[in-house]
């Protein structure tokens, strides 16, 4: 998992069966909060699931600026190249 698509693609896999968000919505601009109706509790079941399929423990601050999917991808990817 250390291509940005492949990363794309596991968090698109997660977003769909963990929320249940339409894989069509889900896009590198789309704003998790807004478009994608995430809330923060959501959010910190994503990190955890993130952190459970990386092996890396994710810093909550981190994860702070995050604000689209695109956002997470940098942050993953930046997170399994360290």
């Not at 769909?16 to 601009?29: K, P, Y």
């Not at 399929?53 to 990817?77: H, L, M, S």
């Amino acid at each position: 998992m250390q291509s940005r698509e492949q990363i794309l693609e596991m968090l698109t896999n997660i977003l769909v069966e963990e929320f249940e968000i339409d894989a069509g919505d889900i896009s590198l601009e789309a704003s998790l909060y807004e478009e994608l109706d995430l809330d923060s509790i959501d959010a910190v079941d994503l990190v955890i699931k993130l952190q459970q399929i990386t092996g890396k423990k994710i810093q909550p601050e981190e994860f702070k600026a995050v604000r689209t999917v695109e956002d997470i991808v940098n942050a993953i990817e930046k997170l399994v190249s360290a």
